[in-house]
C-alpha cells in the first residue's frame, strides 16, 4: 500500500511539475510548493500542495506524518527520473 500511494504521489507531482516546475537540462524539475489541509481533509489524509495539486496519503503513513508536519509551510520537491527500481522512502 506504502508503494501505491508513492507512485500515486510522484504521478500527481510530476503532473503539477509540468504545469509549474522549472525543467533542468538533467530531465529534472523543482517544486516550491506550500502545503495545506483544513482539519477535515486531514482526517482522511488530503493535503494540497500549492494551487493546482490535491495528494491523499494514507494516514499513520510517513508521507502522511510529513506532509502534517509540514502543514502551513513551504516544501521543495525535486522529481527527477529514476535510473534503477528502489524503494520510496523520505529522507530527512
Not at 500515486?8 to 510548493?33: M, Q
Not at 506550500?34 to 482522511?44: G, I, P, Y
Not at 508521507?63 to 527500481?85: C, D, N, S, W, Y
Amino acid at each position: 500500500m506504502r508503494i501505491l500511494v508513492a507512485v500515486a504521489f510522484s504521478v500527481v507531482l510530476l503532473l503539477a511539475g509540468i504545469g509549474v516546475g522549472r525543467a533542468y537540462d538533467a530531465d529534472e524539475t523543482v517544486l516550491t510548493v506550500q502545503v495545506t489541509s483544513a482539519d477535515h481533509e486531514l482526517q482522511e489524509g488530503y493535503f494540497s500542495l500549492g494551487d493546482q495539486t490535491t495528494v491523499m496519503a494514507k494516514p499513520g503513513s510517513e508521507l502522511f506524518r510529513f506532509l502534517a508536519r509540514q502543514r502551513g509551510h513551504k516544501v521543495k520537491i525535486l522529481l527527477q527520473e529514476a535510473t534503477a527500481p528502489e524503494l520510496s522512502r523520505l529522507e530527512r
